[in-house]
């Protein structure tokens, strides 16, 4: 996936930066010291308020929609600043954007195990959205600054994975730290963690000399352009709206409709995650084979999208009309596999698709994607505190399956000259 705000460097300027690096120079040490524990700690971060949501709800006395209110913080920050996160890192350099970012979301969750009503959580969870807004750019950039082309993709695979697997700690990580502590400790620890991780990315910040990266001069305009910027991206924030359902209200559906303590909660939430990041690797791995067996691009990719995002919300559609919780599980598990599927595609088609046009639609689809995550499960929580009953949240995902499965169906490669 390529960076809205970075470009390869010039081949003799990474020669130079290779022959003459120090520790902080050395791309491995960097992926291993700073790359892989940074993202790795924030998508634990991302996935402790969703977790321990039920725990809270029940410490303040709130509502659903109330607790929801402060998950959707997270989100709203996180999704509006994508937007300036570029521009952030060509001002400051990513080394200094990373340190930075680190410093105020390390901040951001200490002060969250201080919060003692609902419109504090909300404060610090919308600062924490704000501080880890740059931290996936700041990561492409560093890669492509630090790293060959022929590593490139192989290391982005790598962050995805370490992403993902954050995810799939934190859930019972959190949890236990919950039990044995508290759900306040829990924060402080993060916090705390956050604050010896900023550290060392301000040692690689002031010791690491900044590649340059040349700026892209490529025409802006482009046949289709705009069309793209509309299926990719409006397929995008259907396909996040439906999985917003694992990412933001699954620990709530299981603890409030079937009442399941929260180590299971923890754990049938750790495997929808590990679910989803399985799906990804063999969807692109099958993506791949199509096109090296002589499908052309759109082929291979967009179909396989369309599958997961119309398989996915079909699944997940029918398990939240169960009433029990042994039905209802293994459903939402395929769901999980199909919506995987989906986002390798979509992402598959913003890289090949995008053309001139390709930072445009990779800047524009991450932002709907977040934003998506905010507003749709949202929705879903009040109008379940409204009514009573999941059948209007459930009508929410069917719309936005088939909505996203109309908008990959239009989906063209653009023009080559």
Request: positive net charge.
């Amino acid at each position: 996936m390529q960076s809205p705000d970075a470009f390869p460097p010039a081949r003799h300027d990474l020669d130079h930066d290779l022959r003459t690096r120090g520790y902080w120079n050395s791309p491995w040490c960097i992926l291993g010291l700073v790359l892989l524990p940074a993202t790795f700690l924030m998508a634990i971060d991302k996935q402790a308020m969703v977790v321990m949501a039920p725990q809270i709800q029940n410490s303040l006395g709130c509502s659903l929609g109330q607790i929801s209110n402060v998950i959707s913080a997270y989100s709203f920050t996180y999704a509006l600043c994508q937007i300036p996160a570029g521009w952030v890192c060509r001002q400051l350099g990513a080394a200094r954007t990373y340190a930075l970012a680190c410093l105020f979301w390390s901040v951001a969750l200490l002060s969250t195990a201080f919060a003692t009503t609902i419109a504090e959580l909300i404060l610090c969870r919308a600062l924490l959205g704000i501080g880890q807004a740059p931290d996936w750019t700041a990561a492409l950039i560093t890669v492509q600054q630090r790293f060959s082309s022929i590593h490139r993709s192989s290391v982005i695979a790598i962050l995805l994975a370490a992403l993902s697997l954050g995810a799939v700690v934190g859930a019972p990580l959190s949890v236990f730290l919950m039990t044995s502590l508290s759900w306040r400790l829990c924060f402080a620890i993060y916090g705390t963690v956050g604050i010896l991780l900023f550290g060392i990315l301000l040692a690689y910040s002031r010791k690491a000399a900044e590649p340059s990266v040349p700026q892209n001069r490529a025409s802006m305009t482009e046949p289709f352009a705009l069309s793209r910027l509309f299926s990719i991206g409006g397929a995008y924030f259907c396909l996040m709206g439906v999985e917003g359902f694992f990412l933001a209200l699954f620990p709530l559906y299981l603890r409030n409709t079937f009442h399941l303590n929260m180590s299971h909660v923890a754990w049938y939430v750790s495997a929808s995650y590990l679910v989803i990041l399985l799906s990804k690797l063999l969807g692109g791995v099958a993506s791949d084979m199509l096109l090296r067996a002589g499908f052309s691009q759109w082929r291979a990719r967009v179909p396989l999208g369309i599958a997961g995002l119309g398989g996915g919300t079909a699944f997940l559609a029918v398990a939240l009309m169960m009433s029990s919780g042994t039905a209802m599980l293994p459903l939402a598990l395929i769901a999980a596999a199909f919506l995987g599927l989906g986002q390798i595609s979509i992402w598959s088609c913003v890289q090949e698709f995008g053309g001139a046009s390709t930072a445009q639609v990779s800047s524009w689809t991450q932002f709907l994607g977040n934003l998506s995550v905010a507003v749709v499960p949202l929705a879903m929580s009040w109008s379940v505190t409204l009514l009573g009953d999941w059948w209007l949240a459930d009508g929410m995902l069917v719309f936005l399956g088939l909505a996203g499965v109309g908008a990959l169906a239009c989906v063209r490669a653009p023009i080559r000259a």
